[in-house]
């Protein structure tokens, strides 16, 4: 998910008469029209879209290598998305942000090329490679012109099946990220992530640690770590390539084959992702005091549920009519209504395991205590004080349907689309029948899943803002107000007195 909207020039003003980014201030007056408009004259909305998406070929090189093959000849492209099945999950305790780095350093030189050597091949032949690491899987993804497919596929292979790790490389990158660190800790959003995470899961869990590590984790990586996580975990036993462009299977298989034979496969351990999460009986505040901040960020939430679910397609329009668009309840309240925000939103992270379910609303100081007032009042307002209509329930299952066509347009988005279903295991035809599953939810499904998975009772809510001017106002919260933690900025007790370094409850 994109992250919250940050801090903005005090001059900044929202659309639709809201204020900006510390923009106007809060209950600033707005313009309305005396005659409301007549809705209905729009125009009728056409037929739901249908979608009807190749059929994907299956193919197991000698060495057990998945190669899942789309063929999509619109351009004389191809894409590639090599997935492998353990992301930042995997990072050894002390070592959170080895995946990352690993996935960082796989493109930074091979046994016979020298990074700038494969970026200058790549460049020459107009192909485009890069590798990521998310929380379940590493992606390292390439997007060549056909005419050049063996030229990229060599390339290609190489960067994956050799790579060198070299030791100045991994100190350029490392130099990187500490920079990035420290840039971090002035970044209010950030910091409220990183605090929120490890207050739900506790730093014990995959989860509960940043995704990139911290300055600690990294100093403690080495170059031997880095080649030990490639080593375990990518193997070819334990990928899938995702094939999409101006190919076929029988085409591209015995390519593969020559590039990625010889890769060998190993046994690859578990990850357990299960282990219980922090436990509340009751909602918690905490504060991160950044003195002299113009907004205060709030993150509000608990833990939330797999991507195996059963309930996957209920929870998604539940919270999409909550906050997860822009005509969501929780961005016209806080936005458009109130004027308190730039844009609030709530999203559900689906993971393996039980990600984090999130509202996220970076407001005005002036207006925090009643952001959080506001806010608490959608969460609770969507499990029945403040019932969802049939037209509500409609329009967001709308919003879903008719813009999920558009992610199939090109090979990259078709690969990447493809990448939930060898992540989560699931069916090659999985995406035939999303649009009519997304409309087959139902008001009942609604409530059901908004009662069963959003406990407002039990949220921590973080707020990442200037103590000094927020305190009084969130001391007066029913049930948050009474007891407040003062966290510093990598969540530990702050001290009293209430810096950004500072802690403890009071």
Known sequence: ASQPAGAAPPTTTAPGGGAGRGGQMAGASKKKSETPPDTSKLPKPGPNPTLTLPSAERRTLSNGLEVLVVRHSELPIVNFNLVVKMGAAGDPAGQAGLASLTADMLDEGTKTRSSLEISDQLADIGSFMGVSAGWDSSTANMLTLKRHLDRALDIYSDVLLNPAFPDKELAR???????GFRQRRDDPNQIANIVYSGLLYGKEHPYGRALTGDEASLGAITGADVRKFY??????????????????????????????????????????????????DKPALYIVDRPGSAQSVIYAGHVGVPRSNPDYFPLLVMNNLLGGGFVSRINLNLREDKGYTYGARSVFDFRRGSGPFTAIAPVQTAVTKESVIELMKELRGVRGEIPVTPQELEYAKQAIIRGFPRTFETPSQIADRLETVVTYGLPDTYFNSYIERV???????????????????????????????????????????EHITFLDIEGRPAASGGSGSGGGSR
């Open 173 to 179: 990158l490392r130099d990187q990220r500490m920079t």
């Open 231 to 280: 080593e375990t975990f990518y193997r070819p036993n334990n990928a899938t390539l995702i094939v999409v462009g101006d190919t076929t299977a029988d085409e591209i298989a015995p390519k593969l084959e020559k590039a990625f034979g010889k890769w060998e496969k190993a046994h690859v351990p578990a990850v357990d992702v299960s282990a219980a999460p922090v436990q509340r």
């Open 439 to 481: 409309q087959a939810v139902t008001l009942e499904d609604v409530n059901r899943v908004a009662n069963q998975y959003l406990r407002p009772d039990r949220m921590a809510v973080v707020i990442v803002g200037d103590r000094a001017k927020i305190e009084q106002g969130l001391r007066s919260l029913d049930d948050l107000g």
